[in-house]
């Protein structure tokens, strides 16, 4: 009988939202070679494989650039369902260099098939079939046209397959390996004496070779009348995706250290680190929020994104503007909300946030006075920090006129740095002349909006929804 998608080993596929942000996706694809951009109901979109990945957050694409920008359209990407015959889903894996394909049913994506099920169901076809020449040439031919390198070794060590994937990554001849003992290439102890000894299969071993590539390795046991019998070894070059997670690591560090060091002391950095923020889910009928998330250091990131935007905004020209100064944003956005006391709230706790919530005016006022007579800051930063939750017709009359433009920009920059830091969003901005343009992004579709500001004005125009 002809094997089928659903008689073979297949994983959870690894999903996300369209609206995920780039960097986001780096872990996900590093590790599995491929993420799946879906609907809530998993309704399949598109696919994000590793080179698209790569190349996208090389090219300085990254920035507000978010998963359905960069995906493959699941029309144009082969998928398999669990009725598919494997030999169909082997031509799919010989024609492209994915490490999984979708599997799909009405739509619906159910399971991701690895490219190493199809491997080791064929070689173990090549094992079985001795007798059936037919069988065991056509399972060979498989084996041999598929990407991902494959080894079988018998109880002795010995190997008894090496494909022409495997000849090209380890840069070794099939006919002068096979039959030779095993070499151990890997820096460390290769798990392949545990397996043979355990009978147990192990899977994505990160390993570095001796010559500086990384590999991910799977170790699959072949099992006969409850013996080992041999092992077959199916792995697939990682160096690139090793070398990305490794940068955005980096990056990510740096960012912090450098943030670190714009602080005053040690005591800012303390209170921003230890005044949480809440992710919630909002309950239009009774106006009644849960909270599904602590982030503990809320305040810390609210910061670093805000000040991210502002130096994306910079990139864009927005500082070049008459009346609007980098330094004085920068120092009011480290200050803004030093002053905030926020309630002690758990995950699926139900709270009305008028109650729990302090009136944003008072943290406001409370940080201005701590930006001032603390760390004397500059007249300037004082107002924008006191009237940063003040409606435009709510102000003084004596708010200076010409901090206009820069109040409306760090409203701006404070209310995306929390789209950022609580719903997760993704935000592409462009700035032309005195107007902002700014495309919000989120995980529901609802909340998903374009708006222009223009900074001199303060007219605001929302844009078609996208
Ligand atoms: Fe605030
Ligand atoms: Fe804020």
């Keep these: 009988m002809r094997m089928k998608v659903k008689d073979v080993e297949t994983l959870d596929p690894v999903t996300v939202g369209p609206g995920a942000n780039l960097e986001s996706l780096a872990p996900p694809v590093t590790e599995r070679g491929v993420v799946y951009v879906v609907s809530q109901t998993d309704e399949l979109f598109g696919v994000i494989t590793g080179s698209k990945l790569i190349s996208a957050l090389t090219s300085g694409y990254a920035k507000g650039v978010t998963a359905q920008d960069v995906m493959i359209s699941a029309d144009s990407f082969p998928s398999v369902d669990p009725d598919t015959d494997l030999h169909t889903a082997a031509s799919f894996f010989e024609s492209s260099c994915v490490p999984e394909l979708p599997v799909v049913n009405n739509g619906v994506l159910v399971a991701s098939l690895p490219q190493r099920s199809v491997l080791m169901a064929f070689s173990s076809t090549v094992a079985s079939s001795k007798g059936n020449r037919y069988h065991e040439q ?40 096979i039959g030779q003992k095993a070499v151990v290439v890997s820096r460390d102890e290769s798990p392949i004496f545990e397996v043979m000894k355990t009978g147990k299969a192990r899977y994505n071993v990160i390993t570095p070779l001796t010559d500086g590539r990384v590999f991910s390795v799977n170790y699959v046991p072949m099992i006969e009348d409850g013996e080992v019998q041999g092992i077959i070894e199916t792995f697939h070059d990682i160096t690139e995706q090793e070398e990305l997670r490794a940068q955005l690591v980096n990056s990510r560090d740096e960012l912090d250290r450098a943030f670190a060091l714009t602080l005053p002391n040690s005591r800012v950095e303390h209170k921003l680190k230890h005044t949480p923020e809440y992710r919630d889910r909002y309950d239009p009928e009774t106006g009644l929020i849960t909270i599904t998330e602590v982030i503990e250091d809320g305040s810390y990131k609210h910061v670093v994104n805000a000040l991210k935007v502002l130096a994306d905004l910079n990139s864009k020209g927005i500082t070049s503007l008459l009346g609007i100064n980098k330094d004085v944003l920068v120092q009011s956005i480290i200050f803004h909300d030093l002053g905030k006391s926020q309630p002690q709230l758990e995950i699926g706790q139900t709270v009305d946030p008028k109650k729990v919530f302090e009136y944003s005016p008072a943290h406001a006022a409370r940080s201005a006075d701590i930006a001032a007579h603390f760390y004397h800051k500059d007249q300037d930063v004082i107002w924008l920090i006191r009237y940063h939750h003040h409606k435009e017709d709510e102000l003084p009359l004596d708010f200076p006129r010409h901090l206009m433009p820069m109040l409306r920009l760090f409203q701006l920059v404070d209310g995306l740095s929390a789209a950022l830091t609580r719903r997760n969003a993704s935000i592409k901005l462009d700035v032309e002349g005195t107007r902002v343009t700014v495309h919000e992004r989120n995980g529901h579709p609802d909340f998903n909006r374009s708006r222009v500001v223009d900074l001199f004005t303060g007219e605001t125009a929302v844009l078609n929804v996208d």
């Design 138 to 177: 056509r399972a060979l031919a498989i084996v041999r046209s598929l990407h991902e390198g494959l080894i079988v070794i018998d109880k002795d060590f010995v190997i008894r397959e090496f494909n022409p994937a495997a000849e090209r990554l380890m840069k070794a001849k099939a006919a002068d390996r």
